[in-house]
């Protein structure tokens, strides 16, 4: 596997509060993708980041990425119910050819 | 309007039929994948392409075979379908820069 420590997780919050969802990952990459999926539907790219950026804003999404310590972070700042969904992190190999995704952090936001 | 359509959304099989699943895209994406997702381990790649014509082994390949005929159309195939099998699969096309775009998803369940 790719992954470190598995992020499986189910998170419920208030509407309006922050967010933080992490993954780790064991091998290198130069780039992590973070999707979202909502009930029903597939998963979709919210934000993507680069080694060279460690740190990228979209919206109220903040993503992070850590090389030294193989690890990113999806943020959302003030939650809304719509928001509710699985989000997932995802990696490419080291051809460049894959992409393999994490387990995902199931986020409930309550209104 | 959806890019990437997948037909069955929902298919009930028995245990040794046939089941092809069918996926086109209109993103004109040299990539496609199919993945499959189950509760606890995420999206898991079963095969891949990179063009018309050729097919490749994702990570859990076994028990399916895909067949990309054109650039548009990429299908899995399960010649003997067993319950193990039961599942959401989702199709996607893939950019240059390896971003992925899913179809919404085939749920199948093999009785």
């Known amino acids: 596997s790719q992954w470190g420590e598995e992020n499986l997780q189910a998170l419920s919050i208030q509407e309006g509060e922050d967010v933080t969802m992490n993954c780790s990952y064991k091998?290198?990459?130069?780039?992590v993708q973070w999707y979202r999926q909502k009930s029903g539907k597939g998963p979709a790219l919210i934000i993507l980041i680069r080694s060279n950026e460690r740190e990228k804003r979209s919206g109220r999404l903040r993503a992070t990425l850590d090389t030294s310590s193989q690890s990113s972070s999806l943020s959302i700042t003030g939650t809304l119910a719509t928001d509710t969904a699985v989000y997932f992190c995802?990696?490419?190999?080291?051809?460049?050819?894959?992409?393999?995704f994490g387990i995902g952090t199931r986020v409930l936001v309550r209104p | 309007e959806a890019a990437v359509t997948q037909s069955p959304r929902n298919k009930v099989a028995v245990t040794g039929g046939k089941v092809t699943l069918s996926c086109n895209q209109t993103n004109n994406h040299n990539n496609m994948y199919w993945y499959r997702q189950d509760t606890g381990h995420g999206l898991r790649l079963i095969h891949y392409s990179y063009g018309a014509g050729s097919t490749e082994k994702g990570d859990i390949p076994d028990g399916y075979k895909a067949s990309r005929p054109s650039q548009e159309n990429f299908s899995l195939i399960l010649e003997l379908a067993t319950p193990s099998q039961t599942s959401v699969y989702f199709c996607a096309s893939g950019d240059s820069g390896n971003t992925l775009y899913f179809g919404e998803g085939s749920r199948l369940i093999v009785v």
């Open positions: 995802a990696m490419t190999n080291s051809a460049g050819n894959k992409l393999t």
């Open positions: 091998t290198y990459t130069t780039v």
